[in-house]
């Protein structure tokens, strides 16, 4: 007798210190700040997303953390078609209004772009996503939060705004390859273009900011382009953020002129 209630004792004691034990319940981190326009914020609410609950992909799609093979972690301006080439690219988006616009100026001129999609912009909208996948566009990682003070902050903190927002626009666009990463305001460091290559996504810079996030006025934003075409062939524009009727129109006839200009349009060089 005094054996059993000795082991019943014992039994009691283990099942006790189990339900004590940490790490018996989790709760995943919270969202970040979003800031009027839909930009996300990078204030201290503004917390990294990785390991997070996500909704599940569709039936049959299979979204990994391989993202085709390492590249190199040169920041990349030069474009993929020779001669005399640009490349488009379109940045903090997808925005349901402003997306499609651009999307169609583009279809219109047969020009194809990258863009540059925040990655909680992309988990709202994949609908956007998957069309700019499905018109021949190309993807690339432009951080969770846009925090252009990146570049300032730990290393833990820099793999995380890529690879939260590369899992984002991968499981939107159905598991199509990210082919780049735009730091925010080019806050790149050596760690974070390292950390995005070995991932598979080419650093990419611009050699033309249109300024058009300004909106300076669709002439000044034309006239910038032509100003500044003699610095490289990758373009800056920007389809999120804010009204983006100047870009929609100034875009169109940047097209245009470079067209006439003998410009053919690339995506950036990958390897």
């Not at 997303?49 to 590249?71: E, F, L």
Request: charged share 15%; hydrophobic share 40%; glycine share 12%.
């Amino acid at each position: 007798m005094a054996i059993a209630v000795a082991v019943l004792v014992v039994v009691i004691a283990a099942v006790a210190s189990a339900l004590a034990a940490p790490g018996g319940h989790h709760t995943g981190s919270a969202r970040g700040s979003v800031l009027p326009g839909g930009v996300p914020g990078t204030g201290p609410s503004a917390k990294p997303t990785r390991g997070t609950h996500r909704a599940a992909p569709p039936p049959g799609v299979t979204v990994g953390s391989d993202n085709g093979p390492s590249v190199p972690a040169t920041i990349q301006h030069a474009a993929e078609a020779p001669g005399k080439a640009v490349n488009i690219t379109i940045d903090d988006g997808p925005d349901p209004h402003w997306t499609p616009l651009i999307l169609k100026v583009l279809r219109q001129h047969h020009v194809h772009a990258t863009f540059c999609m925040i990655g909680p912009q992309a988990e709202a909208h994949p609908e956007l996503v998957r069309q700019v996948v499905a018109e021949g566009h190309r993807l690339c990682d432009h951080t969770v939060h846009h925090d252009t003070a990146m570049d300032h902050k730990p290393v833990a903190y820099q793999k995380d705004e890529i690879m939260d927002a590369l899992e984002m626009i991968k499981q939107a666009s159905g598991g199509a390859r990210v082919y780049y990463y735009r730091a925010p305001g080019g806050a790149f460091t050596p760690a974070s273009r390292a950390f995005a290559a070995a991932h598979g996504m080419r650093p990419l810079g611009w050699n033309i900011d249109s300024k058009d996030f300004d909106r300076p006025g669709v002439s000044v934003i034309l006239a910038t382009v032509k100003h500044e075409i003699h610095n490289g062939p990758t373009v800056l524009f920007h389809d999120g953020g804010g009204n983006r009727s100047q870009t929609v129109t100034a875009l169109g006839q940047s097209l245009t002129w470079l067209k006439q200009q003998g410009y053919a349009f690339s995506f950036p060089k990958v390897g």
